[in-house]
């Protein structure tokens, strides 16, 4: 089992953030910024390349938690950046889609990766 359906069971700790039947979001180990936390769908769903028909409307929803987030966080004004990595030229390194939500500084051309 990956690291994040563990984490969806409860099998490893993690700061959770946001839960709800479809979707999970916690901080990031390892943060880039100071808000970096990733949202997944409970769903294992490897990577954007494996995303179906039937997985829009949860992205759709993915998106709609992210902004949630990030003014709970307090970034919605200040601003923030959303990405997903794809593969290994994406820098992807857990094959659980997940959306990086960074904020809380001005981000400059890149993060993560
Ligand atoms: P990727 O490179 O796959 O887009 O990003 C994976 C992210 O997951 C990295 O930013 C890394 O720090 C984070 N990460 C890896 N293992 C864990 C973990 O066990 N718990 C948490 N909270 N984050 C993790
Ligand atoms: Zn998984």
Known sequence: MCVFCKIVKGELPAKVVYED????AFHDI????PVHVLVIPK??????NDLKEEHAELIGHIFLVIKKIAKE???AESGYRVLV??????GQ???HLHF???GG????PMVCR
């Not at 390892?30 to 910024?33: H, K, L, S």
């Not at 500084?105 to 400059?108: D, F, I, M, N, R």
Request: charged share 20%.
């Open 21 to 24: 039947d479809r979707v999970m």
């Open 93 to 95: 390194e857990i094959y």
């Open 73 to 75: 966080l307090g970034i």
């Open 105 to 108: 500084k001005p981000l400059g």
């Open 85 to 90: 990595n794809c593969n290994s030229d994406g």
């Open 100 to 102: 990086h939500l960074l």
């Open 43 to 48: 769903e294992h769903i490897p990577t954007v």
């Open 30 to 33: 390892n943060p880039q910024a």
